[in-house]
């Protein structure tokens, strides 16, 4: 298969890229490489395992706004209660575990951990 070359997305640059991605070889090494979490390695085979079973039996997000509204959004995440930074018995302690939908979790977690300015 031929891929057609495309302009590098870095403003200014003359070079062409076919591969993956939006930069030209030059650029593509030049732009910042995003941190994997420290508890990335948690969230592996057996998470997506047991979250997609656990939301099985759960398939609503039980989010505070999404119980006050009466019209809960599928859900289609597992949520840590309280956030376990790492404690692997709190990660798999499914009391600490809640349906939510993504919207309500990404929103939570700028609450919550902190984002825009708020505090962590």
């Known amino acids: 298969m031929i ?3 495309k302009p590098c997305a870095r ?6 890229h076919q591969e ?14 995003r941190e994997k979490s420290p508890y ?17 039996g759960r398939p609503w997000c039980e989010c505070e706004d999404c119980k006050a509204s009466g019209n809960p959004r599928p859900a289609n995440c ?3 209660i309280k956030a376990h930074r790492g404690d692997t018995l ?8 809640q349906p939510m ?11 919550e951990e902190g984002a825009f300015g708020n505090d962590y």
């Open 3 to 5: 891929h057609k070359r």
């Open 11 to 16: 403003p200014g640059c003359p070079n062409t």
């Open 20 to 33: 993956k991605g939006i930069y030209c070889k030059v650029h593509q090494r030049k732009q910042p490489k």
């Open 40 to 56: 990335a390695h948690l969230y592996g085979a057996d998470w997506q395992r047991e979250s997609k079973r656990f939301l099985r």
């Open 78 to 80: 597992v949520d840590h």
């Open 90 to 97: 709190l990660f798999w302690n499914r009391r600490n575990w």
């Open 101 to 111: 939908n993504q919207r309500c979790n990404a929103a939570k977690a700028v609450r």
